[in-house]
């Protein structure tokens, strides 16, 4: 009654996945992993180093009240300056020169401020002393007011799908932490002016967000950047025209049902901080998604912990790639709608695996009943359940993954879809057998009584004399299980019942290959004597035959027609 055979299906299903998506640039970190990737219906994503090649270059300067000069001189100086590298410091130093400066104060860049900050004395001509802030501009104009003109340049460069940011002085020299030693921006800012970085599209990007599409995976990109910014890569990069974007200050100001509804209808999510990243994770999970989360920054390491499935990326932070379920080797984005596609694929074929398996225990199960019931000893021998188990279960469950297809399942219960198949199956497949077996018992019995003109009408069941019986049932079994196995990826529309059409006839013919080897053992006497059966009469054979073909024909029509469903009042398909 043990299914072992089905761990070891599984086990090697998974095995062979991952081997296979490491030859797709991608690492398995935790073996659950595999069946996660079949279940996400909802990617979340930063645009950069994702949609984005996570290589940016300065594109532009819009100097306010100097000249461009002057403000390349200081950007060059703060840059040289700074001892918290980035990939924006290390844009503006390739086309700006300066001059390392003494630090009085120092604040370096985080994804939830959003804004870096030095002060320093002016010690070269080419700087003034003050303290110089460089940041978004939504954060930095809470303390530093914005012309029109300045605001609209500044949505202008953010609809070019560039990342905009704004570079700020002060006279003072500022500490830059208020009493509770905690970073605090001055409140006395003068605008210098705007710089913008272009990230470099991938070029797989577009094809990437297709093969989601067709993986039935829903993408949402929350990022620390300009929404209209983030919204205009992503339409790029193919995300659809239809996108809707919320950034991360509209959030904020939400409720819990709120914050859930906005979670659903938009898309593109800008300026968030990591806790409101991490609370997305968790709406879109309260409403029933299945979510997988991209993060390369240690600010990823809360929403790739709230995720159901965390992907990190190689060239990561190490907190990221430690948390990670599943890693992409090189960094290789464009891999990971196959490895989706991969994912489902083995989880279609491990299901109908499981399906074979289950109606090989259960039928068994209630032969054990039913047998115990008239009084009777259970029928098969081990030897006997083990060829049953190897031909119709056994060797056809290694052929199933291997040829299984991606593609997301219909959205209802694990339980619900096994047992649309499984529960007419097992029913009807015990019946005949046990009317087969006890058919021919009471045959072999009434002919035993009449050879041996018993006064009493008293014989005694001996394993010879259930011989017979037994091998008629082992082949019933047989070859209603291998039926099924048509059943379950239906080649033409004759077989279409309990499953939708396939055209694959892979299957069907490994189906008759065993039962082919099933013909040689009971032809070859040694492999017959060994797992114990009987050579049946041509006769006996032919009318297994049509008896198995009529359970094939009436079970067709309980699942076409339903008729178990309507019988216990439920939906199973």
């Known amino acids: ?32 992993a595999v069946e996660s990737l079949s279940n996400v219906d909802v990617l979340c994503l ?24 002057k403000l390349r001189h200081l950007l060059g100086d703060y840059a040289a300056s700074t001892t918290a590298k980035n990939q924006t410091i290390e844009a503006v130093e390739k086309v700006c020169s300066g001059h390392r400066l003494e630090l009085i104060a120092e604040i370096p860049f985080t994804s939830a401020r959003k804004w870096s900050g030095m002060s320093f004395e002016g010690q070269k001509e080419s700087s003034d002393s003050g303290t110089y802030i460089l940041g978004a501009p939504e954060v930095l104009a809470t303390v530093t007011p914005l012309s029109t003109e300045i605001t609209q340049q500044i949505q202008e460069l953010a609809q070019q799908g560039l990342r905009v940011l704004l570079f700020t002085h002060s006279p003072n020299i500022n500490s830059l932490n208020n009493d509770l030693e905690k970073p605090q921006l001055p409140t006395q800012l003068t605008p210098l002016g705007i710089i913008s970085f272009k990230d470099e599209l991938r070029p797989e990007a577009r094809e990437t967000i297709h093969g989601f599409s067709e993986a ?24 659809g025209s239809d996108i809707q974007v919320i950034s991360g200050a509209e959030l904020a100001e939400l409720d819990e049902a709120q914050f859930i509804q906005a979670a659903e209808a938009n898309t593109v999510f800008g300026r968030v901080t990591p806790d409101q990243k991490a609370k997305l994770i968790r709406s879109f ?9 991209i993060g390369d920054g240690v600010n990823d390491v809360l929403s ?27 960094n290789s984005f464009g891999s990971l709608p196959h490895t989706f596609l991969e994912g489902q694929r083995i989880r279609n074929g491990i299901q109908d695996v499981l399906k074979l398996f289950m109606i090989r225990v259960f039928c068994v199960t209630l032969l054990i009943f039913a047998t115990g019931f008239v009084g009777g000893t259970f029928p098969l021998l081990n030897k006997h359940s083990a060829v049953v188990t190897l031909i119709s279960v056994g060797f056809p469950s290694f052929c199933i993954p291997l040829w299984a297809k991606s593609g997301m399942l219909p959205r209802r219960s694990l339980v619900r879809s ?45 394993n010879q004399l259930l011989s017979v019986p037994r091998s008629a049932l082992v082949t019933i079994m047989v070859l209603c299980g291998l039926l099924l196995v048509p059943f379950m990826k239906p080649p033409t529309r004759a077989w279409v019942g309990g499953e939708p059409l396939s055209r694959d006839w892979r299957y069907s013919l490994v189906a008759l290959a065993l039962l082919g080897i099933y013909v040689v053992i009971l032809a070859v006497p040694p492999l017959r004597q ?21 359970w094939c024909l009436l079970l067709r029509y309980i699942w076409r027609a339903k008729l178990l469903d309507k019988f216990l009042g439920v939906d199973l398909g």
Not at 534 to 548: E, F, G, N, R
């Open 304 to 330: 790739l912990k709230e995720a159901n499935l965390a992907i990190a990326m190689e060239g990561g932070s190490k907190a990221t790639r430690s948390v990670a379920d599943i890693v992409l080797l090189k």
């Open 216 to 239: 039935g995976i829903e993408v949402k990109v929350i990022s620390g950047d300009n929404p209209q910014t983030v919204a205009t890569l992503a339409l790029q990069a193919g995300l």
């Open 1 to 32: 009654l043990v299914p072992s055979g089905l761990y070891l299906a599984i086990t090697l299903a998974y095995a062979l996945g991952a081997v296979k998506m490491v030859g797709q640039e991608v690492l398995i970190q935790q073996a659950n």
């Open 46 to 69: 930063d645009k950069t180093g994702t949609l984005t090649a996570n290589r940016i270059c300065l594109q532009t300067f819009y100097p306010i009240g100097i000249n461009e000069i």
């Open 418 to 462: 096994l047992l649309h198949f499984t529960l007419p199956a097992t029913l009807s497949l015990t019946l005949v057998a046990l009317g087969v077996y006890l058919g021919y018992l009471v045959v072999t019995v009434l002919g035993s009584l009449e050879e041996n003109s018993l006064i009493d009408n008293s014989v005694v069941i001996t």
């Open 530 to 550: 060994f797992f114990e059966l009987s050579l049946l009469s041509a006769h006996d054979y032919v009318v297994i035959s049509w008896v198995a073909l009529v």
């Open 285 to 293: 999970k309260e409403q029933g998604h299945y979510v997988a989360m």
